[in-house]
């Protein structure tokens, strides 16, 4: 799991604030909470009471580890058939934890009005102005009787009650279709990682890798998968793909993009490595931004599970802005790397032969 972010967003502070300016919360019922991220307070709201719903695997795992309930959250359904998990589970009061892109916060707002309305419970709206917070409620003040928003922490929160579901259904997230320059069509849905077409990073990598890779592969940060289908499309020999994706809304694009059966989806941690599994390559477009502030970290993370999880002989072939420092990396978590091409802002590196950690070095690393 990834080392929590240091209160990224004094909710607690402002959930205090709310209760002693009139909020209040059914007696009974669940409290779902819609995104936090880890290292968030969410103390005030009744623990037993709490349903954390997520769609990321770190987050998931602090919120479990901190006894809480949590639900896995996949976004919009892929097709019109499969139910919306998230919505169609009520919920007697709904905090939502404002993210950043406009399109899924909206979503969110709307999918917690649908589950709160059975018992015209409250939704609760949480952001830093940063986020969008003060936009979002200029929007909902023509749509429900919005509650005066305090402001504490640089943000701001108020509420609701959840009387009329239908208010807000067209803020509701579809997932969105788009097409790569080979024909290629894929599925994305608001708020995943460039989910408006390829990253350009990852077209640089894909076609940065040679001809003939072969054995079992691993898509480290796989996304919406991309990258796993032109990996698959031009590498015949390669006996098994491996995408490892920490948001739930991705992988289940994934799964519709990838019909390959030589894929295997994990909804994991790409900071760790996954158990068990030895790889003979390695791909990946490595994130180096958690929550609102860039971390390097993050990404030297991936490098080092990558490491971990390689056979002897194998490759790690990554794309990255040039600015970010992972040559360091590099060096201690394996024998040789180099740059093998640069384009546009980015640059593409190939690692071999991974290290192996002393005892003494993997106990170092723990601490």
């Not at 995104?35 to 009744?46: N, Q, T």
């Not at 905090?95 to 409250?122: F, Q, S, Y």
């Not at 694009?253 to 760790?272: S, Y």
């Not at 384009?343 to 170092?364: D, I, N, S």
Request: charged share 20%; hydrophobic share 45%; proline share 8%.
């Amino acid at each position: 799991m990834s080392a929590p972010l240091p209160d990224p967003a004094p909710r607690a502070l402002r959930l205090s604030l709310a209760f002693e300016g009139g909020l209040a919360l059914p007696e009974t019922g669940v409290i779902a909470v819609l995104h936090p991220r880890a290292g968030e307070d969410i103390s005030p709201l009744p623990q037993d009471r709490v349903r954390v719903v997520t769609p990321h695997a770190p987050d998931h795992a602090a919120f479990s580890a901190q006894g809480y309930a949590c639900t896995r959250d996949q976004g919009p359904p892929v097709a019109d058939t499969v139910p919306d998990a998230a919505a169609a589970d009520p919920a007697a009061a709904v905090l939502v934890c404002l993210p950043r892109n406009r399109e899924e916060a909206r979503d969110l707002v709307a999918r917690a009005a649908a589950m709160a309305a059975h018992t015209g419970g409250p939704v609760i709206l949480d952001g830093q102005k940063t986020d969008g917070i003060e936009a979002l409620l200029r929007a909902l003040r023509d749509r429900v009787a919005l509650s005066e928003p305090l402001s504490k922490g640089h943000g701001k929160i108020a509420w609701f009650a959840a009387t009329d579901a239908a208010a807000l259904a067209d803020w509701r997230a579809a997932q969105r279709a788009v097409t790569d320059e080979s024909g290629r069509r894929f599925v994305t849905q608001p708020g995943i990682f460039s989910s408006d077409g390829a990253d350009p990073g990852s077209a640089l990598l894909l076609a940065s890798l040679p001809a003939g890779l072969k054995g079992r592969a691993v898509d480290l940060g796989a996304g919406w998968g991309w990258l796993s289908t032109g990996l698959l499309a031009q590498s015949p020999k390669i006996s098994e793909l491996h995408l490892v994706e920490s948001d739930a809304r991705a992988l289940a694009c994934a799964r519709e993009n990838v019909a390959d059966p030589r894929a295997v989806f994990h909804w994991a941690d790409a900071t760790h490595p996954l158990p068990g599994l030895s790889a003979d390559l390695i791909v990946s477009n490595p994130p180096f931004h958690q929550g609102r502030a860039g971390q390097p970290g993050l990404g030297q993370a991936f490098l080092r599970a990558a490491a971990a999880m390689l056979a002897p002989s194998g490759q790690l072939w990554l794309v990255a802005n040039r600015h970010l420092p992972y040559e360091a990396t590099l060096a201690q978590a394996f024998t040789t790397h180099r740059e093998v091409a640069a384009e546009a802002g980015f640059k593409v590196l190939l690692a071999e032969r991974p290290r192996r950690a002393t005892a003494p070095q993997r106990a170092r690393r723990a601490t």
